[in-house]
């Protein structure tokens, strides 16, 4: 257990529809970050927050936004859904920038999306 | 920008064996992390293994070691006596040490077969 926390674990929605994906990181993590994986493909980073602030930006759509509440948890938002937005999307956490702790990420269990 | 190159997407092995899965990286920093995640069927994403850039001596956690090879920008990992249980994907990443972002940047995965 990596003490990252995604709900739901399993969502089936349609085209068009509008989704939110939760995340509560570990205890005393700072950052979040949000990765999506297609089938088959890697991991493609997406967003990340730090302690409530947007710190960085990947190949997130425009059609997705995402905030970090001042508890620390994240939402991810996927709106106008399309096919091609069937993915898993994970969650990690780290304590923030630099080294504490061996650097590494901390991920949750994702966020299985299927839009139909 | 930092990238990950595995150029293996695909390997076997028979139970008990050693296999070596390749990665290289591109950067310019001089300070960073490098990281195995191991993915399996259940899709968790594990950490499997760290370096830092700073530490000459390989990294070694039980049955898995890397060769961090830093001029040369590469860094791979042996898995000895392979277990049916190892069999996943495997991705290499690579994490900046600090800065205005350290988001982990993974490359595009090894899948692993064991072969009893």
């Known amino acids: 257990d990596s003490g990252v926390t995604q709900t739901p674990k399993h969502l089936i929605t349609a085209t068009g529809q509008r989704v939110t994906l939760r995340c509560s990181p570990r205890?005393?993590?700072?950052?979040v970050y949000w990765y999506q994986q297609s089938l088959d493909q890697g991991l493609q980073f997406l967003i990340q927050y730090y302690n409530g602030e947007e710190r960085a930006k990947g190949n997130i759509l425009e059609r997705f936004s995402a905030q970090q509440f001042p508890d620390l948890h994240s939402e991810l938002n996927l709106s106008s859904l399309e096919l091609g937005d069937s993915a898993l999307y994970f969650c990690?956490?780290?304590?923030?920038?630099?080294?504490?702790?061996?650097?590494?990420?901390?991920f949750g269990e994702g966020s299985r999306l299927t839009v139909l | 920008a930092q990238t990950v190159t595995q150029s293996q997407p695909e390997m076997s092995v028979q139970e008990a064996e050693t296999v070596t899965l390749s990665c290289t990286y591109d950067t310019s920093e001089s300070d960073y992390y490098l990281f195995w995640y191991k993915q399996p069927p259940s899709r968790q994403m594990i950490l499997v293994i760290r370096?830092?850039?700073?530490?000459?001596q390989n990294a070694t956690e039980n049955r898995f070691s890397v060769n961090f090879q830093k001029a040369a920008k590469s860094f791979s990992l042996k898995i000895s006596d392979s277990q049916l249980g190892d069999a996943a994907m495997y991705f290499c990443?690579?994490?900046?040490?600090?800065?205005?972002?350290?988001?982990?940047?993974f490359g595009t995965g090894t899948l692993l077969a064991v072969q009893p």
């Open positions: 205890s005393g993590d700072l950052s």
């Open positions: 990443a690579y994490r900046n040490y600090g800065g205005a972002t350290n988001k982990l940047i």
């Open positions: 370096q830092e850039a700073y530490k000459q």
């Open positions: 990690a956490s780290s304590v923030g920038g630099g080294l504490a702790r061996g650097g590494e990420l901390f």
